[in-house]
């Protein structure tokens, strides 16, 4: 089985801030990664993934993540972040070559004040 | 680019009503899976099909039905439902590429079900 630990529930960034959300995993197989965002009252959107290849991924709306094998994480990052980017964020893996359900982190509540 | 669509997007259904949701999947998709977020909490896996066949089973409750239709349209049907069931559902559709990007899900927007 896996799980995914989203290590912060909350947190707080002033505008034009950089910003890290850190996401560890655990599993007995190989995984793909993804990082989703979701606005107050909206669906989930694919900020971006990491399938294989480069272990750096660039994603929507500035944001990108590295993949650490031997660490299993997959933190996100955004180096500035706007006020628009208030939302939950979700860390999420699926088994490769399952065409499997995702199974998602906890979520992480971004803040963004001025 | 066209998007998963999910109908209604909001319910409201008494204790032991029936709800049924449906999903469209993003044109030549052809896998589906269903989502259920309660409030506060992540996403918690339920069901998926391909080619009309259930492909995998999570957390959802023998009140619960889903099947895939030759369209590739899914519906979830919810029967005597419960206050517990109030949540927000959510399609995700891929498509069984042959390549990596088969396991990218794009969601809906989602379906809130609020039972009184």
């Known amino acids: 089985a896996q799980s995914v630990t989203q290590l912060d529930s909350q947190v707080p960034v002033f505008e034009e801030a950089p910003v890290e959300l850190r996401c560890n995993y655990s599993s007995s197989v190989s995984v793909y990664l993804f990082w989703y965002v979701q606005y107050p009252n909206q669906g989930l959107q694919l900020l971006l993934k990491?399938?294989?290849?480069?272990?750096l991924v660039k994603g929507i709306n500035g944001f990108e993540a590295e993949f650490n094998k031997s660490q299993t994480s997959f933190h996100l990052r955004k180096p500035s972040v706007h006020i628009s980017d208030t939302a939950e964020y979700f860390c999420?893996?699926?088994?490769?070559?399952?065409?499997?359900?995702?199974?998602f982190g906890a979520g992480t509540q971004v803040v963004v004040t001025p | 680019a066209a998007g998963v669509i999910q109908s209604p997007r909001h319910l409201i259904k008494e204790k032991r009503e029936t709800a049924t949701l449906k999903c469209y999947p993003i044109p030549r998709h052809d896998t589906v899976y269903w989502y259920q977020q309660g409030p506060g909490q992540d996403p918690q896996f339920l069901i998926s099909f391909y080619e009309k066949m259930q492909s995998d089973k999570g957390s959802i409750p023998d009140r619960f039905s889903a099947q895939q239709f030759s369209d590739y349209h899914s519906e979830l049907n919810m029967s005597s439902l419960e206050l517990g069931d109030s949540a927000l559902y959510f399609c995700?559709?891929?498509?069984?590429?042959?390549?990596?990007?088969?396991?990218?899900?794009?969601f809906g927007p989602g379906t809130r079900l609020l039972v009184l």
């Open positions: 990491y399938l294989s290849g480069s272990t």
């Open positions: 999420a893996v699926s088994v490769r070559d399952s065409w499997g359900k995702l199974q």
């Open positions: 995700a559709s891929s498509l069984r590429s042959g390549t990596e990007d088969q396991e990218t899900q794009y």
